[in-house]
């Protein structure tokens, strides 16, 4: 069988691929990037019989491609960097707010049950999810020995990747990517299978729910309002006017009082009179004006 080749990408013709991915998904490409691009379509078009760039182009941009091949491509494009407990003190400044909403909560009419409600964006193949599932699912053990109460709580993930949330979805995981899980949590949230594999068990998978959207979409999608929006790992494929752009309409969807968690260096200036950055040097994170 002959070899698959492709010719080199010119500048101009990366640049109408810059822009298409710009246009649908906000995922911007930069020159450094380039190589990248190229293998990924290599790849798609062998498997798809498409022998040029400009064809899969203008099929792509004529919506010729079905949801389900732009879904892959563009999976194919995005770095899947997630593991559980990958970002301790984002997961500790969540925890501590919520354990002080439900104590005020409770203080102020104890007979009323109190409600916490989290958005993880960018929520890959699950692991960051179930980490503020499982740290939730802590924090009501505690309360139920201070004070005899619980939160109720969910989690809804947000992925632009089928496979990922497939992944999600099973929540079954290898078991060298629970490295950072404590034993004592494995042993507890974790059923053993065969094989070194390793399955979230049901009272936090209950817990979650995995919704396949793009990040352009958030603002006229899934109206509901959260008490935590946690974004990591996704303002890096923007450029910085789109990164403002979905900062504000994650602020939108925040509960007032409620607090958005965002990745270190992902973006250096947050304005706005409605957020307060919260005092801490090892995560980012601002709290909503409670009106």
Known sequence: MAAFNLPEME??????????????TGMWLPESRKAFLIAALTRFMKDKGV??????????????????????????????ETCFYRDIPSLKVVTSYCRNKALEGFQKDSSKPQHVQI?????STGEEAYSL???MDKLNIGLKEACDKT??????????????????REGIYVGRQLDFVPQTTKNFYF?????????IKDQIRQRTCFI???????????????????????????????KKKVINQLITRLKPGGILVLGHGEITNVSGDELTRVDNKHCLAYL????
Do not use: M
């Open 133 to 135: 599932a499982i740290e």
């Open 212 to 242: 396949q959207s793009n990040v352009l979409d958030l603002g006229s999608k899934n109206k509901q309002e959260y008490d935590v929006i946690y974004c990591q790992n996704v303002l890096i494929y923007f450029r910085d006017e789109r």
């Open 191 to 199: 059923n053993r299978l065969a094989d070194d594999y390793y399955q």
């Open 11 to 24: 500048s101009k013709e990366f640049a109408l691929w810059q822009t298409l991915l710009e246009k649908r």
């Open 119 to 123: 958005w993880s964006v960018g929520c």
């Open 288 to 291: 909503r004006k409670d009106n």
């Open 51 to 80: 022998n040029e760039y400009k064809e899969l182009y203008s099929k792509l941009d004529a919506g010729a491609i079905s949801v389900l091949d732009w879904a892959s491509l563009v999976d194919s494009l995005t770095v899947h």
């Open 151 to 168: 939160v109720y709580f969910g989690v809804t993930a947000v992925d632009i990747s089928y496979p990922s949330l497939a992944v999600a």
